[in-house]
T-cell receptor, first 113, second 111 residues
Framework: DARVTQTPRDKVTEMGQEVTMRCQPI?????VFWYRQTMMQGLELLAY????????DSGMPKDRFSAEMPDATLATLKIQPSEPRDSAVYFC???????????FGQGTRLTVV | KQEVTQIPAALSVPEGENLVLNCSFT??????LQWFRQDPGKGLTSLLL?????REQTSGRLNASLDKSSGRSTLYIAASQPGDSATYLC??????????FGGGTRLMVKP
């Protein structure tokens, strides 16, 4: 079943808590993206990896966000400490070799109260 | 820096109409352009992918064209149906596999 899997689907947490979101890209895909979507800003690129190496994380607030790919089957996005303004839907997408089609996960809806 | 713009931001049409959604980009050095559909509260579903060497792609009632030199793409939807109501986003791939999105067009097809 070739799809991008994100967990958790929904997360409600208190301000100041650590949040970890996970993404399993499609097997064999070597480029992984993290996006954040809000009503006001639309889709914002936070970070992306190619062959597990970070290529661009300029869209990510470095003081509280971190993104990693511990192995080819897992990408993580961590927020510590979380703030109410981080409330959004976070999407992961993966792309195979050769500028092919991008596939998105169903997203993680994060609410920070 | 690549910038992608979609016009109009919102569109409401009666069922059965043919319609065109527009996407423009500032840097023509793209590898491909992709159109997505997003339903409320859902993820993005890929509709069509046009490689930079191609002029158009078709899938059912959807036809996407690409004019790379002028930095434009259109998504044509024939005989629109209420089930086509969704937000449509275009995205371009540049060097380094960077994927840049437009702001989307919110489409409402009224029965």
């Amino acid at each position: 079943d070739a799809r991008v899997t994100q967990t958790p689907r929904d997360k409600v947490t208190e301000m100041g808590q650590e949040v970890t979101m996970r993404c399993q890209p499609i097997l064999g895909h070597n480029t992984v993206f993290w996006y954040r979507q809000t009503m006001m800003q639309g889709l914002e690129l936070l970070a992306y990896f190619r062959n597990r190496a970070p290529l661009d994380d300029s869209g990510m607030p470095k003081d509280r966000f971190s993104a990693e790919m511990p192995d080819a089957t897992l990408a993580t996005l961590k927020i510590q400490p979380s703030e109410p303004r981080d409330s959004a839907v976070y999407f992961c997408a993966s792309v195979g070799e050769g500028h092919t089609e991008a596939f998105f996960g169903q997203g993680t809806r994060l609410t920070v109260v | 820096k690549q910038e992608v713009t979609q016009i109009p931001a919102a569109l409401s049409v009666p069922e059965g109409e043919n319609l065109v959604l527009n996407c423009s980009f500032t840097d023509s050095a793209i590898y491909n352009l992709q159109w997505f559909r997003q339903d409320p509260g859902k993820g993005l579903t890929s509709l069509l992918l046009i490689q930079s060497s191609q002029r158009e792609q078709t899938s059912g009632r959807l036809n996407a064209s690409l004019d790379k030199s002028s930095g434009r793409s259109t998504l044509y939807i024939a005989a629109s149906q209420p089930g086509d109501s969704a937000t449509y986003l275009c995205a371009v791939t540049n060097a380094g596999n960077m994927l840049t999105f437009g702001g989307g067009t919110r489409l409402m097809v009224k029965p």
